[in-house]
Nanobody, 116 residues
Framework: QLQASGGGLVQPGGSLRLSCAASGSIFSINGMGWYRQAPGKQRALVASIASGGSTVYADSVKGRFTISRDNAKNTVYLQMNSLKPEDTAVYYC????????????WGQGTQVTVSS
């Protein structure tokens, strides 16, 4: 139901755009969020967008990442600029602020590696 894509290897200071395609039944009624999980760390929410379009960002990505959504395509995006090595993680999308059974099944995520 949730398929993230667009990750890759990028040098520090570079940019990537992630995409997450969701089924229409999920997308139309929910806010969506982007999470990331670095090796040895817990999964954390980095950006969210409400069904009405309002956005919230973690302090660590504020000013560098932009979340957006295309309702016609049932897709949410994460534009990541000025990438840093500490942004290296597997990125996932899901309902924002969810945990346990409150989340939709997690997809495979997409790997982002920031390295020179």
């Amino acid at each position: 139901q949730l398929q993230a894509s667009g990750g890759g290897l990028v040098q520090p200071g570079g940019s990537l755009r992630l995409s997450c395609a969701a089924s229409g039944s999920i997308f139309s009624i929910n806010g969506m969020g982007w999470y990331r999980q670095a090796p040895g760390k817990q999964r954390a929410l980095v950006a969210s967008i409400a069904s009405g379009g309002s956005t919230v960002y973690a302090d660590s990505v504020k000013g560098r990442f932009t979340i957006s959504r295309d309702n016609a395509k049932n897709t949410v995006y994460l534009q990541m600029n000025s990438l840093k090595p500490e942004d290296t993680a597997v990125y996932y999308c899901n309902r924002p602020y969810c945990s346990g059974d409150g989340c939709y099944p997690w997809g495979q995520g997409t790997q982002v590696t920031v390295s020179s």
